[in-house]
């Protein structure tokens, strides 16, 4: 009998050792993130990638000590609400959200749990209530943000373009981004002697006429990171092409596939900046609610020779050296 | 848990949004687009009194339900006196119904985390004891739901609720009665689309942020619980139909959320979602079957 109890004894000790002992390493050597991201979309896949070289390049690295727990919204905002719920009814350690709207819906859902969010690719965290003005944090939720570089991007088109006079956006009015970004094109083209012509879209079946509309009126085209027209950038060079004028892209993928120049983000680049953050967080170094959001501070040059080609348009000689990056040839995906 | 909570959650919102495409489509036989411009039309409406106003989050609710009504008056005065056909008009008021969002809320994204809403404001949060914290929002939204069903009961068993029901069997019958039965229409649509601004309100609150495109998809998402409540429920005789038309909804949601809680490649929910709302269709047509024989 008292070997019974003995044998009892033991077995639950034993059992309690290795229940701790499981804590334990779960806690400390292992991460569990969660990443939500808005849509398919080549820019957000970059920041998601960025995010996870980030991560490694500060020893947390996926498959050693670190779970990613990876879906994508398909542009759904009832999926990224759920997707959200799911992740903190997993405990992640934090969540990762791509887009604004993944930001939002992550932010909404872990407001009174202690999961910190880390976001990326959201142009404007005051506007979208995120952080407020003096850039801190609302909340447990900080990250980096993809906005433009409005003023070296007129820079550029000026040195390139030293006689035009109109630039034409076209950006969908349901975007909140594209509407802050357009404000402040408006503001500063000025100083460059630009007049800028907008022209807005509801959907991707309206970019083609919104662009032989512009097309007809300006001297060159600029981008936005706007997801509708950026998605029939296809649609917004054919019209460009057709009236001679070069289309400015706004980031590294919109160049390689035939814009001309584009003084702009690098998604992999915010990404990576990003996944450091996340590392300081999960670390134990900082919390999320103390970090501002970040921008990236340096834009950086990317040029495409082939496309300036195809419109018989000259580039400044300096541009073969000084870009970042530059293509021979269009690539369309 | 939380995932279980947020299936009940968006389920009941969504089931009021269901109690609405009921009206039009199983009891009107009206196929109502208007839906997809409505439900957001609730949302900007709501977010704007609350962000642009200040207006106290539970007089939003009743405003939400008027100004979804007025958009339903509209689309019924499109179709029955303008005599344009029901699918028609209403992918003319969903049309419509975009930029009037956009202008209504001020811009494609509104954020609403910091104000006051029906879930968190010092009224409720002073009587929820500690210990229902993380289920105040459920039972509030299975409240508002109730009251909403409850409401719709009562005015189905009313004369003007019994003349909504003669339209869409037999609209010869309500004529023959001395009723105008386009008046009966415009007054069943004023109530569907009611009651779907009321979801979009609550939605925007639960979500505590306005996006213009949360109204694309709604009338389908509608359908399939309207559809999945009635067929699976057809043969219990203690669930009014109302009832099921709410469950159907909750189904719909933890189909998605089976899909995506089965960890299959995050690309796949859609068709996974698909493929089980068929199983469920499939399974409530073979009960017909055996009952039949």
């Not at chain 1, 990613?68 to 609400?81: F, K, L, M, P, R």
């Not at chain 1, 600029?222 to 649609?235: H, I």
């Not at chain 2, 839906?35 to 405003?63: E, M, Y």
Request: glycine share 8%; hydrophobic share 50%.
């Amino acid at each position: 009998m008292k070997k019974r109890i003995l044998a009892a004894v033991l077995t639950a000790v034993m059992a309690m050792g290795a229940l701790t002992g499981c804590g334990s390493t779960g806690s400390k050597d292992n991460y569990t993130i969660g990443i939500m991201q808005y849509a398919v979309h080549g820019s957000l896949d970059n920041c998601r990638e960025g995010f996870l070289q980030g991560l490694a390049e500060e020893g947390i690295v996926e498959g050693e000590n670190l779970t990613i727990e990876y879906v994508n919204a398909q542009a759904d905002n009832g999926t990224s609400a759920m997707t959200a719920s799911n992740f903190v009814s997993k405990k992640v350690d934090m969540i990762c959200a791509i887009a604004t709207p993944c930001a939002m819906a992550a932010y909404n859902a872990t407001m009174n749990t202690d999961i910190p969010v880390i976001y990326t690719a959201v142009s404007d965290p005051v506007e979208a209530g995120l952080a407020n003005e003096d850039g801190t944090p609302v909340g447990n939720i900080t990250g980096t943000s993809d906005a433009l570089a409005v003023d070296a991007q007129l820079k550029m088109i000026r040195e390139v373009l030293p006689e035009a006079k109109t630039i034409g956006i076209i950006y969908t009015t349901s975007e909140a981004n594209s509407i802050s970004t357009i404000a402040e094109y408006k503001a500063l083209a000025g100083n460059y002697g630009f007049e800028i012509v907008d022209s807005g879209v509801t959907a991707m079946s309206e970019v083609a006429l919104a662009a032989a509309d512009v097309a007809s009126k300006v001297d060159c085209i600029t981008n936005l990171t706007d997801n509708t027209v950026v998605s029939a950038l296809q649609t917004v060079l054919d019209e460009a092409n057709k009236a001679g004028i070069p289309v400015f892209g706004s980031e590294v993928e919109q160049v390689k596939a035939g814009c001309v120049a584009s003084m702009g983000l690098e998604y992999i680049e915010l990404g990576k900046q990003t996944g450091k953050m996340a590392a300081k967080v999960l670390k134990g170094e900082a919390k999320a609610s103390e970090l501002n959001f970040e921008v990236i501070s340096e834009p950086s040059l990317y040029v495409n020779f082939a496309a300036a080609e195809k419109i018989g348009l000259e580039l400044p000689e300096n541009y073969k050296t000084d870009a970042y990056q530059s293509f021979d040839e269009i690539v369309v995906q | 848990m939380a995932l279980l909570l947020s299936v009940l959650e968006q389920g009941m919102i969504y089931g009021i949004l269901a109690l609405g495409v009921y009206i039009t489509y199983k009891i009107l036989d009206f196929p109502d687009l208007t839906v997809d411009g409505s439900f957001p039309f609730g949302a900007a409406i709501t977010v704007r009194l609350i962000n642009g106003f200040g207006v106290p989050a539970i007089l939003t609710l009743p405003i939400a339900f008027l100004g979804g009504a007025l958009v339903g008056i509209c689309t019924g005065l499109i179709h029955v006196k303008l005599k344009v056909r029901d699918l028609l008009s209403g992918i003319i008021m969903m049309t419509g119904l975009y930029t009037i969002n956009l202008w209504v809320a001020g811009s494609g994204y509104v954020a609403i985390f910091d104000k006051e809403n029906i879930f968190n404001n010092s009224f409720v949060n002073s009587i929820t004891p500690g210990f229902l914290v993380n289920f105040k929002n459920v039972i509030i939204i299975f409240l508002i739901t109730m009251v909403a069903k409850y409401l719709l009961d009562w005015y189905m068993s009313t004369k003007s609720g019994f003349l909504l029901r003669a339209v869409g069997d037999n609209d010869t019958i309500v004529t023959s009665l001395g009723v105008d039965k386009g008046l009966v229409k415009i007054v069943g649509l004023s109530i569907a689309n009611g009651l779907v601004s009321l979801s979009g309100c609550i939605y925007a609150q639960q979500q505590r942020s306005f996006e213009i495109s949360i109204g694309t998809g709604a009338v389908v998402i509608g359908l399939a619980s309207v559809i999945i409540g009635t067929s699976l429920f057809k043969k219990v005789t203690f669930f009014r139909v109302t009832s099921s038309v709410v469950v159907g909804s909750i189904l719909y949601k933890a189909c998605v959320a089976v899909a995506m809680f089965a960890g299959i490649s995050p690309n796949a929910i859609k068709l996974i979602t698909a493929v089980l709302f068929l199983i469920i269709l499939v399974i409530s047509m073979d009960r017909k079957k055996v009952k039949a024989c």
